[in-house]
Nanobody, 125 residues
Framework: QVRLVESGGGLVQAGGSLRLSCVVS????????LGWFRQAPGKEREFVAVMRWSGGDPAYSDFVQGRFTISRDTTNTVYLQMNKLKPEDTAVYYCAVDTNGGGVLPRQRSLYDYWGQGTQVTVSS
């Protein structure tokens, strides 16, 4: 059974940090892409960051570049380290896996096959 389970969300003051985790319980292959998305109330789900399971340079949206870092460890866990948080970062954050792989790192949510249930991040001003 495919499962992605996020954790690590919470309430933090502006300027603070959080680290989100996503445990991926599927057999992964090097070409898989691991992404983070977020959805604020009343808005579309938007791309945040992505990396290839095999490593290499990740990609970030412009609004998190330099503040957020995506990474993974050897235990099938993907992380999103979020620093210098802003109130506009408030959203439900989702991890996702694109199993099709290859080519440019995917930013479109329609390309992802599996999704977690999301974790709430709230940044107070």
């Amino acid at each position: 059974q495919v499962r992605l389970v996020e954790s690590g969300g919470g309430l933090v003051q502006a300027g603070g940090s959080l680290r989100l985790s996503c445990v991926v319980s599927i057999r992964t292959f090097s070409h898989y892409a691991l992404g983070w998305f977020r959805q604020a109330p009343g808005k579309e789900r938007e791309f945040v960051a992505v990396m290839r399971w095999s490593g290499g340079d990740p990609a970030y949206s412009d609004f998190v570049q330099g503040r957020f870092t995506i990474s993974r460890d050897t235990t099938n866990t993907v992380y999103l380290q979020m620093n210098k948080l802003k109130p506009e970062d408030t959203a439900v954050y989702y991890c996702a896996v694109d199993t099709n792989g290859g080519g440019v790192l995917p930013r479109q949510r329609s390309l992802y096959d599996y999704w977690g249930q999301g974790t709430q991040v709230t940044v107070s001003s």
